[in-house]
């Protein structure tokens, strides 16, 4: 078969290279999410938007549960009228306090500068939930098992190699939510959405990230109490800070068989 005649894998589309030669790459294009009148901007691999807008809102501290959003509703763009995406979002509660003055100021999503000024990691905890201490159990063997699932899970980077990926699995290595996405912060938050979608107990559950472990992945970790962080490449100093003032685990350059325990060791067992 022609391989320009099969058919491009949902998120991704054809563009013809300067040779002449078709190649896949990665689809980015905008999402309006409206969340009680406030309008946030977001550029995202389409595909699983309830899920991305649910992780969201839960990894910002704007609901605290999956069940305080109510009702979701998708409208298709027009491109010819330059009309994005939109998915309206209705909460249990208006947004109030720090919610609200987080929708109210953030008309993109993106990295916040929410931490700007501050010194002490332990004060961005003040507002979180504590974690449950040494709970779950990691076997050391599970954590290769659990970046092969997350390698089977992202076809998206296997046809286009231009995106990233999140886990979420529970202690025994059952999957609880995946997502893909051409922002790292858009994967972890489909990632989320669908575990809480699902009804997975995030309390006792482990996220595997495809790339660095930045503060601002951290901290929406933190946020929906997801006290085991694997990464595959390095965190940041914010990042290994936030974990040990939290009590989280945090696991770097998970690699084959091999992974360097950053922080939070205790819940890991041989």
Do not use: W
Not at 42 to 53: I, K, N, V, Y
């Amino acid at each position: 078969m022609d391989d320009a005649a099969v058919t491009p894998p949902a998120g991704a589309a054809r563009r013809q290279l300067a040779d002449g030669r078709d190649d896949l790459l990665i689809r980015e294009e905008p999402l309006l999410l409206v969340v009680h009148g406030r309008q946030l901007l977001t550029m995202r691999t389409p595909g699983r938007d309830e899920d991305l807008a649910r992780g969201f809102l839960l990894g910002e501290g704007i609901v605290r549960q999956s069940a305080d959003i109510v009702a979701c509703t998708a409208l298709a763009g027009d491109p010819e009228r330059q009309k994005v995406d939109e998915l309206h979002l209705t909460l249990r509660t208006p947004p109030t306090g720090v919610a609200a003055a987080r929708l109210s100021r953030t008309h993109e999503i993106r990295s916040s500068c929410g931490v700007c000024g501050v010194v002490d990691p332990a004060t961005m905890l003040d507002e979180l939930p504590p974690l449950l201490p040494g709970v779950p159990k990691l076997p050391a063997a599970l954590v290769a098992t659990l970046l092969e699932r997350l390698a089977q899970r992202q076809p998206l980077f296997a046809a286009t190699g231009g995106n990233h990926g999140a886990l979420i699995a529970g202690a025994d290595g059952t999957v609880l939510g995946a997502g893909e996405d051409v922002g790292r912060h858009n994967a972890l938050d489909k990632a989320i959405g669908e575990a809480a979608r699902r009804g997975g107990d995030l309390t006792r559950a482990i996220a595997v990230l495809s790339g660095r472990a930045g503060y601002d992945l951290v901290i929406k970790c933190l946020r929906v109490r997801l006290p085991i962080v694997i990464s595959v490449s390095a965190p940041s100093t914010l990042a290994f800070d936030l974990c040990r003032a939290a009590g989280a685990t945090l696991l770097g350059f998970a690699r084959d068989q091999r992974h360097v325990v950053y922080c939070g060791g205790e819940r890991l067992t041989s």
